[in-house]
């Protein structure tokens, strides 16, 4: 049986919609950060990390989103989360590794000022520079976006929910971005997205509020 420990609106939820998506059996966790259930010891046997996505398969555990997501597709080929070509593969891996060490880093910096110094009088400043990173790269994600589709074009993969996460990062309280007004494109996939049946399933499931 594979098992994902999820928190509700975490960067798991990409990972959470991909499984689902496959149409494939399987069961959730869900951990409530805010109380810490991610230092718990037996969570912390099986992702020493402490943080979510963990995706487990019998006695096998895997972390990390980008990994997760990539695993996830070619496990279920018949989804066709993965594209064939080699092109769009490589695509692909692009949209995963710019998102992972750009988007996700620089939200980082908004949420989690003390990873990055011990001098809380400058964590304001902190903030205020990963909200201006965030900004930026939102732009350029726009403007990928400008064609219309998927991030691949016509064909959805698992890249498309990791889009999804970080929109919904965006206008969350800790950025407080108007999308729609600032990053129209992207909001465009945002509310396609909200069209799929699995985004509407995870998106109940965690309690979270589908793009409008």
């Given amino acids: 049986m594979t098992t994902l420990y999820y928190a509700p609106g975490a960067c798991s939820l990409a990972s959470h919609i991909a499984l689902e998506e496959t ?3 399987y069961e959730t966790v869900r951990l409530d ?3 810490g259930d991610q230092r718990a010891p037996d969570y912390l046997a099986l992702n020493e990390r402490g943080r979510v996505p963990a995706l487990v398969e019998e006695d096998w ?12 597709a070619r ?6 989360l993965w594209p064939e070509a080699p092109r769009q593969q490589a695509q692909a891996e692009e949209w995963l590794a710019w998102m992972a060490t750009g988007h996700h880093i620089a939200y980082a910096h908004v949420r989690r000022p003390e990873r990055y110094t011990t001098d809380e009088e400058a964590f304001p400043a902190i903030r205020a520079k990963g909200a201006d990173t965030c900004g930026d790269l939102f732009t ?12 691949l074009g016509e064909r959805y993969s698992v890249v498309d929910p990791y889009l999804l996460l970080f929109w919904t990062w965006g206008r969350s309280p800790a950025l407080g971005f108007d999308m729609a007004e600032r990053f129209p494109h992207w909001t465009a996939h945002a509310r396609a997205m909200a069209e799929r049946p699995a985004v509407k399933t995870v998106f109940a499931r965690e309690g979270l509020q589908l793009p409008a």
């Fill in 33 to 35: 950060l805010a109380k």
């Fill in 61 to 72: 555990v895997l972390t990390e989103n980008t990994a997760i997501l990539r695993h996830v």
């Fill in 23 to 25: 149409g494939a059996t």
């Fill in 140 to 151: 350029m994600t726009d403007v990928r976006l400008s064609n219309g589709g998927w991030a």
């Fill in 75 to 80: 496990l279920h080929p018949e989804a066709g």
